[in-house]
């Protein structure tokens, strides 16, 4: 397993947001997390990535217990989330939003001491690497664009580019195709399957329709808790979902 949550608890004042939130994800795998509104899936991902502390249960990723680690040393062991609203750099173009989200950023300290031969090297392969990016994602006709000028869409496409820079080895999406057409949100999650291969996600999502056509395994939370797991045809035909949605 690359992530492995157990018991987690979360509250704000008297309003329970997790309630021993307890699920397991394997490596190379597309993961959903479903559930109404308020029950918890935002929230689960804020603890994940180290946004919100939990009081109570652990995280375990690649083996080693997170829990209570920040934002940026759980980025740098390979765990990266994007958020519901778009986080760019809207006034730089897509190409420096690119190469910002390089890890090579990690090390600009260190490049004081490199010779500058080096880091000229350094900086062309992140080029390279950045505009193959953006070519995968069909947006590298945009690379000199300001990233403010995008469509949403686009701006999407972006953010999951950026999350790719990173190398990181999982990738929590929060509402990865919310606002966008049907076309575009199979295109973006066509783009999520190839990446399978190299990396895990967690996805977060409302548009139930797109994860059942591209997930290996499915979560279903309610009132903070797992209230149901399995395979897509699974999960639709589990009665437990259909009263979770339906009320009964």
């Known amino acids: ?14 309003l329970v947001a997790l309630d021993g939130a307890l699920l397991e994800v394997r490596n190379n795998t597309i993961v959903g997390l479903i559930g109404p509104n308020g029950s918890g899936k935002t929230t689960l991902l804020n603890v994940i990535s180290g ?6 249960g652990s995280i375990r990723f690649n083996g080693m ?8 040393e759980i980025a ?8 519901q609203l778009t986080r760019l750099f809207r006034r730089l173009t897509v190409l420096e939003n690119m190469l910002l989200a390089s890890r090579t950023q990690d090390d600009s300290l260190g490049s004081v001491f490199i010779s500058r031969k080096k880091l000229a090297l350094h900086e062309k392969a992140d080029a390279k690497r950045a505009a193959d990016i953006l070519d995968f994602l069909e947006i590298g006709h945009l690379g000199n664009e300001y990233a403010g000028s995008l469509s949403g869409g686009q701006q999407k496409l972006l953010n999951l580019g950026m999350m790719l820079m990173s190398e990181p080895g999982m990738v929590l999406l929060d509402e990865p195709v919310a606002g966008v057409n049907p076309s575009l949100a199979n295109r973006i999650f066509e783009k999520i399957l190839k990446e399978k291969e190299h ?18 395994y499915i979560f279903v939370m309610n009132r903070g808790r797992i209230v149901a797991s399995g395979t897509p045809d699974e999960i639709q ?5 259909i009263e979770v949605y339906l009320g009964g």
Request: net charge negative; hydrophobic share 40%.
């Open 1 to 14: 397993m690359i992530l492995e949550i157990d018991g987690i608890k979360k509250s704000f004042g008297g």
């Open 65 to 72: 217990d997170i829990t209570g680690f920040r934002p940026f």
């Open 199 to 216: 990396r895990t996600f967690l996805v977060v999502e409302h548009n139930v329709d797109v994860l059942m056509n591209f997930c290996d």
């Open 237 to 241: 035909c589990d009665e437990t979902v």
């Open 76 to 83: 740098r062991l390979g765990l990266c989330r994007t958020f």
């Open 51 to 56: 946004f919100l502390v939990p009081e109570g």
